[in-house]
């Protein structure tokens, strides 16, 4: 008996290549930051109510001439207070990967939740850092369950097309 397998590594993906994800860039396709009651907003006293936050996420993906994918991440986040809105930031951060050893059937899920997880950690930095930079405490934004919006998108499109 040897340390070596006569049949290669056990794959499970694609044209018995071994799954992988790789990203070959990241980059700011789109940032807004909006402060609209500065710097009035600014002078907020410690006493001031907590603001009101709405989320927004979006996943997209597209496949490339050249075999790769570019995949978005759209994350909103909308502050406001009963007096009205404190901020306003919205970005959308890109990457470019290189997907290996997946079979085609299951590229959407590796493309919609998987890619998104790796986007995430900068994405979230930056929208920190921009609040702060804007004049705020920085807004660190929560792990995003990436399967779960993804599942709830997929259900909405069933229920549409039923």
């Known amino acids: 008996m ?18 992988g994800i790789r ?21 907020a006293s410690a006493a001031a109510t907590q603001p009101q936050i709405d989320m927004g996420v979006e996943m997209n993906a597209r496949g ?41 059937e299951d590229l959407e899920p590796v493309l919609l939740v998987e890619c998104p997880r790796f986007l995430f950690p900068f994405a979230r930095q930056i929208i920190g850092a921009v609040t702060s930079d804007g004049g705020y405490p920085p807004f660190l934004l929560d792990p995003i369950d990436f399967a779960g919006v993804y599942a709830a998108r997929r259900a909405q499109a069933t229920v549409g097309t039923a």
């Open 64 to 104: 490339r001439d050249d075999g790769l994918f570019e995949v978005d991440l759209k994350l909103s986040a909308r502050a406001a207070r009963d007096d009205g809105p404190v901020f306003h930031v919205e970005l959308l951060y890109g990457g470019v990967f290189a997907i290996t050893g997946v079979p085609q």
């Open 2 to 19: 040897t340390d070596t397998d006569a049949a290669g590594p056990e794959t499970n993906g694609a044209n018995g290549q071994e799954p």
């Open 23 to 43: 990203i070959l860039a990241q980059f700011i396709r789109d940032l807004s930051f909006e402060n609209p009651r500065a710097p009035d907003s600014l002078r």
